[in-house]
Nanobody, 121 residues
Framework: QVQLVESGGGLVQAGGSLTLSCAAS???????MAWFRQAPGRERDTVAAIAWRGPSTHYTDSVKGRFTISRDVPNNTLYLQMTSLKPEDTAIYYC???????????????WGQGTQVTVSS
């Protein structure tokens, strides 16, 4: 089992920055992890993903160049650095983890409770 707890959301003006954190506990070795977001009335979509060990990362096109996913393996923490935020980035952001190689978002079996990010124009 894996437990995930997000923090760092909040209200920020357009053009501002926020850093989200996700503390993982339990069986935390060899996890693939990701950040998802869900805006009202929309599906939960992948924002960024990272292998727990190794440099492989993936970003959805709308955040490339603005968001950075990273992890602190010794401290079992996942981060999402968000810069140049836009109103369309407003959503609940979720941390997710998978103990199997990821081929689709259905492979992520463990989820945090979510943290709200609101970007005002």
């Amino acid at each position: 089992q894996v437990q995930l707890v997000e923090s760092g959301g909040g209200l920020v003006q357009a053009g501002g920055s926020l850093t989200l954190s996700c503390a993982a506990s339990g069986r935390t070795f060899d996890l693939a992890m990701a950040w998802f977001r869900q805006a009202p009335g929309r599906e939960r979509d992948t924002v960024a993903a990272i292998a727990w060990r190794g440099p492989s990362t993936h970003y959805t096109d709308s955040v490339k160049g603005r968001f950075t996913i990273s992890r602190d393996v010794p401290n079992n923490t996942l981060y999402l650095q968000m810069t140049s935020l836009k109103p369309e980035d407003t959503a609940i952001y979720y941390c997710a983890a998978s103990q199997v190689p990821v081929t689709s978002k259905e492979d992520y079996k463990y989820w945090g409770q979510g943290t709200q990010v609101t970007v005002s124009s």
